[in-house]
């Protein structure tokens, strides 16, 4: 789906893949795209988002264990656009 807003998107696409989570998984990756080429990935951690989704009492809140990095390993040609795949 598009967002105008990413955060939003992201905040969406965590709440609906925590609802089927299954068990030992510790981290949630989301990559946005834009031209069918990786653009933004977000990793979000999944026992801080468990606290997260869960709610805090005021006072004891903490922050949500994100991090964000730009994909890599695209690249842009004179002859066109070539995409190549890295794991990050």
Same mark, same amino acid.
């Given at each position: 789906?598009?967002?105008?807003?990413?955060?939003?998107?992201?905040?969406?696409?965590?709440?609906?893949?925590?609802?089927? =989570?299954?068990? /030992?998984?510790?981290?949630?990756?989301?990559?946005? $795209?834009?031209?069918?080429?990786?653009?933004?990935?977000?990793?979000?951690?999944?026992?801080? =988002?468990? $606290?997260?989704?869960?709610?805090?009492?005021? /006072?004891?809140?903490?922050?949500?264990?994100?991090?964000?990095? &730009?994909?890599?390993?695209?690249?842009?040609?004179?002859?066109? =656009?070539?995409? &190549?795949?890295?794991?990050?």
């Amino acid at each position: 789906m598009k967002y105008r807003d990413s955060r939003e998107g992201i905040i969406r696409a965590n709440r609906i893949v925590m609802n089927d =989570l299954p068990d /030992g998984i510790k981290t949630i990756r989301i990559t946005e $795209n834009r031209l069918n080429m990786p653009q933004v990935t977000t990793e979000t951690d999944v026992a801080s =988002l468990k $606290n997260h989704l869960a709610g805090e009492p005021l /006072g004891h809140e903490t922050t949500l264990a994100q991090k964000t990095r &730009r994909a890599s390993g695209s690249a842009v040609h004179r002859a066109g =656009l070539v995409y &190549r795949q890295i794991t990050l």
